[in-house]
T-cell receptor, first 113, second 115 residues
Framework: SAVISQKPSRDICQRGTSLTIQCQVD?????MFWYRQQPGQSLTLIAT?????????ESGFVIDKFPISRPNLTFSTLTVSNMSPEDSSIYLC??????????FGDGTRLSIL | AQTVTQSQPEMSVQEAETVTLSCTYD???????LFWYKQPPSRQMILVIR??????QNATENRFSVNFQKAAKSFSLKISDSQLGDAAMYFC????????????FGSGTKLNVKP
């Protein structure tokens, strides 16, 4: 199964700033995904990161707030822009190849002051 | 839209005992996959077990097994010989067989293991 590394593992940020989270997979994968997990909650899909094209966003999430890059088949970034305390959450990167199960990174715990 | 329901927010089990976590789902699709993921305090989501809807035989992975009742749309996870390392949040998840990109997660069950 794919090994997924996320950086940073956690960060504390000031209101109004932006943070970019990196996700690296140890093998080429077809699909990469970004999820948000608010404290004590389940996972909510933010967007699907497609290589070579724009990300596909779920309802309630927009590109201006969560720009995503997918420059190749092993790497993706998620930026949380103009952060507010409501953005405090765990952000999880996930990857899947073909019809295989999805695997997840360790997550990035983000706190906004 | 598909929904996944975990009705037990928290459960406890004695070490070495057996515990069953419940999950029900709602779908009109005939082709789908079901998963159980474990999320320990370290945050990483770890795949525990998966079940293809077209398979009648219940999936088993060592101490973990499922009771898949397709007609009842039920997918429970049984953990035998519970260990302290099993303590975690457990999420049931549904994936469409027609759109692999859509994962639907339940709200999770926190499992405590008592020594």
């Amino acid at each position: 199964s794919a090994v997924i590394s996320q950086k940073p593992s956690r960060d504390i940020c000031q209101r109004g700033t932006s943070l970019t989270i990196q996700c690296q997979v140890d093998s080429q994968v077809t699909m990469m995904f970004w999820y948000r997990q608010q404290p004590g909650q389940s996972l909510t899909l933010i967007a699907t990161a497609n290589q070579g094209s724009e990300a596909t966003y779920e309802s309630g999430f927009v590109i201006d707030k969560f720009p995503i890059s997918r420059p190749n088949l092993t790497f993706s970034t998620l930026t949380v822009s103009n952060m507010s305390p409501e953005d405090s959450s765990i952000y999880l990167c996930s990857a899947r190849d073909s019809n295989q199960p999805q695997h997840f990174g360790d997550g990035t715990r983000l706190s906004i002051l | 839209a598909q929904t996944v329901t975990q009705s037990q927010p928290e459960m406890s089990v004695q070490e070495a005992e057996t515990v069953t976590l419940s999950c029900t789902y709602d779908t009109s699709e005939s082709d789908y996959y079901l998963f159980w993921y474990k999320q320990p305090p370290s945050r990483q989501m770890i795949l525990v077990i998966r079940q293809e809807a077209y398979k009648q035989q219940n999936a088993t992975e060592n101490r973990f097994s499922v009771n898949f009742q397709k007609a009842a749309k039920s997918f429970s996870l049984k953990i035998s010989d519970s260990q302290l390392g099993d303590a975690a949040m457990y999420f049931c998840a549904y994936r469409s067989g027609y759109n692999f990109n859509k994962f639907y997660f339940g709200s999770g069950t926190k499992l405590n293991v008592k020594p």
